[in-house]
């Protein structure tokens, strides 16, 4: 599985970006797509997902209300749209496929990555 996340930039607090990621080398809709972003100097943390199955989502608190994860299983593609984007934003985002569904009470996994995309938000 190949992942290649794009989209990542700079953006003023309270404006929007749009994250993209595309996946190839497997079936596509065999696999739960997931976000995660890493913080300089702070650990790993899920952000959000979306499920093979029936594209429910999860998402973390600190996200939830401003970004909104969608997949496109015709292009092989799992989209992050953040808005209101807050200085708490600023990370490396990286995608990632789980092989399982999302189930209540466990955590996602990422079974294959991408490199990561920067996000920059400016106070």
């Known amino acids: 599985v190949q992942l290649q996340a794009s989209g990542g930039g700079m953006a003023e607090a309270g404006k929007s970006l749009r994250l993209t990621c595309t996946f190839s080398g497997r079936t596509f809709g065999s696999y739960s797509m997931v976000w995660f972003r890493q913080a300089p100097g702070k650990d790993r943390e899920f952000v959000a997902a979306?499920?093979?199955?029936?594209?429910?989502?999860r998402y973390a608190d600190s996200v939830k209300g401003r970004f909104t994860i969608s997949r496109d299983n015709d292009k092989d593609t799992v989209y992050l749209q953040m808005d209101n984007l807050n200085s708490d934003d600023t990370a490396v985002y990286f995608c990632?496929?789980?092989?399982?569904?999302?189930?209540?009470?466990?955590?996602?996994?990422?079974?294959?990555w991408g490199r990561g995309t920067l996000v920059t938000v400016s106070s």
């Open positions: 979306i499920n093979w199955s029936d594209d429910s989502t």
């Open positions: 990632a496929a789980d092989s399982r569904r999302l189930a209540p009470g466990r955590s996602v996994r990422g079974d294959h």
